[in-house]
């Protein structure tokens, strides 16, 4: 049975932002499309105008741009190579006191994992950045798909050499990090990973490294938005230029949810139909207008999307076409390229013009989640969801506990085994006679049955529940 979700909403009209607008608009070409949460206080966050704030993606496009990348050099006929971008992050990050670049882990092959800060005047440590606001993009996790990483490399060199007052004061603010989240796949040009792990069904689990430094990322950051960057196949169902998506699982909090949403469609999408682009909803097949069926896009909390909303982030994914969607992509490739980086890059700036119009309520929101679902862990209330979606309702007792448990017992083994994976998750236990107890009463109560309870299909454990504490 299909039933959606309800959503209690009180729109909070954001304040219109003065933007200054310089330079033409666009990336080295265009192409034009195909075919045209518990209680608290609520929010929808929309545009104050209604509309995609234009301005702020062409001020962004006019930034002084002496470090151009292989990709824009060649203008889309080649791309970035990951010595030649490990190579622009060391130059970008030596030209502007704006710009610091880390190393958050290794691959299996060695290669860093590399986390880019931008900042105004400088990027601020974890523990400043926490006090204001985080967005985190997410590169290219699948390292086929490469229009994500460049729309990353061009994004952050952008951020950081504009004179733009509101993206000036976008990073005053707001700290932005870009993570390449796959550079042995990008190597390789495979989905994979060198484990052959699809990375974006790991942040469960956290068998490889990437998903390992990027959820020990959001971990410790903590950011309040995040965009998830990739490329599908297209079909004669699934054709539009940007395809994007929300948090689905029902574990994450509305609110929360809600705002992703928002996010996805009114500022992400957006910016891309502004440039006469497409953009639909990842997973849908659609006929003549009618959606029809769902092939992804589902609740997995392994997956990124999904494993922000339960982190109390503000996720979405963005999926561009890599296939030509119409005769003349077909015959120049450099165009297609083109169109593919442009999409993920102008979705990326949607999140930004959220941060810059939201941010308030961003910040009260993401943390008003936390402590939401610390007191229902407390409390023992609301519902626990082992399957089901946004909007598609648990046919299955099994796949639902109506009334929760307070925690979980480990035994000694257990405690043994999971506790790297707990800790990089940044969920605590107390250890005790039979091992160990993990409470519900924490920030990643939504996340812990579906890592430690049998019903959960991608649990790392079964440990006990317990009931009476």
Known sequence: MHVLRSSRRTIVVAATVALVAGGAAGLNGTATGPDSTGGGTTAEVVPASGEPDTALRRSLAAAPDGLRTPFEASNGKTWTTVAQAQKFWRDLDASTDRVRVSTVGRTNEGRPLQLVQVGNPAPRSVAEARTGSVLLYTCSVHGNEPSGREACLQLARDMATTTDPAWQRLLRTTTVLFINANPDGWQANTRANAQGLDVNRDYMALESPEATAITKVIRDWKPDVLNDLHEYGPNQYYKTDLLQLWPRNRQADEEIHDLAKTMSEEYAAAQVESLGYTSGEYG????????????????????????????????????????PLDDA??????????????????????SAQMVLENRATLVRET?????????????????????????????????????????????????????????????????????????MAQEDQPLIPLLLDARSEHRIAEATPVDDC
Not at 297 to 306: A, K
Not at 376 to 388: K, L, T, W
């Open 284 to 323: 849908l097949y659609v006929k003549d207008g009618e959606q029809f069926l769902q092939v992804a896009g589902d609740e997995q909390g392994r997956i990124l999307r999904n494993y922000a909303g339960l982190s109390h982030v503000v996720g979405m994914l963005s999926e561009t076409a890599n296939k």
């Open 329 to 350: 992509e077909a015959a120049d490739t450099s165009l297609l390229n083109r169109r593919r980086v442009e999409v993920n890059y102008t979705s990326a700036v949607g």
């Open 367 to 439: 943390a008003a989640a936390a402590e939401r679902v610390t007191r229902e862990g407390a409390e023992q209330s609301g519902v626990v969801y082992f399957a089901g979606q946004d909007n598609v309702i648990p046919e299955s007792s099994a796949e639902v506990e109506p009334e929760p448990m307070c925690g979980y017992q480990l035994t000694a083994a257990q405690r043994t085994e999971l506790a790297p994976v707990l800790r990089a998750h940044g969920i605590t236990w107390r250890t005790n006679a039979g091992g160990a107890f993990v409470k």
